[in-house]
């Protein structure tokens, strides 16, 4: 059961981590690629490209970042209010 769970947990997680791509790369292609008679990259779309990726990592992580002092803040808390916090194991 714990098994069918954690492979759940995976799949739904994969799926996200490919929705998340699928939107980052169509809005890229959207908004830096101009010319598509060429099959090379020009500079300028690479360094758009490029820009955006980072930006976009940039924030993904300072968001995960968030979520878990959300999250360690919300344990604490709970962890407090119920009489568990700093007791001795």
């Not at 930006?55 to 968001?63: E, F, G």
């Not at 002092?69 to 407090?80: G, P, R, S």
């Amino acid at each position: 059961m714990a098994g069918q769970i954690l492979e759940s947990d995976q799949i739904k997680q994969f799926k996200e981590f490919l929705g998340t791509y699928n939107k980052l790369t169509e809005s890229c292609f959207l908004n830096f690629i101009n010319d598509l008679t060429s099959t090379e990259v020009k500079p300028e779309e690479m360094a758009c490209s490029d820009h955006c990726l980072q930006k976009y990592l940039k924030m993904a992580q300072r968001i995960s970042m968030r979520f878990q002092e959300y999250y360690t803040q919300q344990n604490k808390a709970l962890a407090a209010k119920a009489g568990l916090f700093g007791q001795p194991c």
